[in-house]
């Protein structure tokens, strides 16, 4: 399977806290990216880095890529109790479709 | 502008059964997509459509299918439905595929087989 993994499976952290997630892959890509998803809902793009970055940011959050290493981080600075949620990395192996992590489920304490 | 909409949002099924969802993409988007969330196996491409074409195709038996009209609108469908297809279903869409630029999501449509 390309799917990849997130680590950790779930992170609770007060608010104000700095939350980070780690992704994963298996398959070189062309780009990869985020999604969070509120409970039961649709899935919101988050953010895009393509593989010839290494690092890129969008308001609180910051994301990495290291295509040797196969993987990727998601840090959330400054927490907020909305940000509460699943977050998934997804890549596109190539294809047409994206491939998704497993998902971290972060649960931000007020 | 209106984003990806999905009908219905919940569907109960019963096994046998057959059922079709729909998915209207945002405008001017010809990349329909669709996935399968379930808690076992997470979220699990199916097939995607550009310009009425099947462009790819997940792991899926042959009980799935789909099919994208002129105005890129999309439908699937799951025939002889069985319990283990119970799960939420997600539609996106994209200008022209999701290798390059960002997808969205519908709501999903929440299918429950009984």
């Known amino acids: 399977s390309q799917q990849g993994e997130e680590d950790p499976q779930a992170l609770s952290i007060q608010e104000g806290e700095n939350a980070t997630m780690n992704c994963s892959y298996k398959?070189?890509?062309?780009?990869l990216q985020w999604y969070r998803q509120n409970s039961g809902r649709g899935l919101v793009h988050l953010i895009l880095?393509?593989?010839?970055?290494r690092e890129k940011h969008s308001g609180r959050l910051r994301v990495t890529l290291d295509t040797s290493k196969k993987s990727s981080s998601l840090l959330i600075t400054a927490s907020r109790a909305a940000d509460t949620a699943s977050y998934f990395c997804?890549?596109?192996?190539?294809?047409?479709?994206?491939?998704f992590g497993t998902g971290t489920r972060l649960t931000v304490i007020p | 502008k209106a984003g990806v909409t999905q009908t219905p949002r919940y569907l109960i099924k019963t096994r046998g059964q057959q059922v079709t969802l729909s998915c209207s993409p945002i405008?001017?988007?010809?990349?329909v997509s669709w996935y399968q969330q379930t808690p076992g196996q997470g979220l699990q491409f199916l097939f995607e459509?550009?310009?009425?074409?099947?462009?790819n195709k997940g792991n899926f038996p042959g009980r799935f299918s789909g099919r994208q009209f002129s105005n890129s609108r999309s439908e699937m469908n799951v025939s002889t439905l069985e319990l283990g297809d119970s799960a939420l279903y997600l539609c996106?869409?994209?200008?022209?595929?999701?290798?390059?630029?960002?997808?969205?999501f519908g709501q999903g449509t929440r299918l429950t087989v009984v």
């Open positions: 459509y550009f310009s009425e074409t099947q462009r």
């Open positions: 405008s001017g988007h010809r990349s």
């Open positions: 398959t070189s890509i062309n780009n």
């Open positions: 880095i393509r593989s010839n970055e």
């Open positions: 997804a890549t596109d192996g190539g294809a047409n479709n994206l491939f």
């Open positions: 996106a869409s994209s200008l022209q595929g999701q290798f390059s630029t960002e997808a969205f």
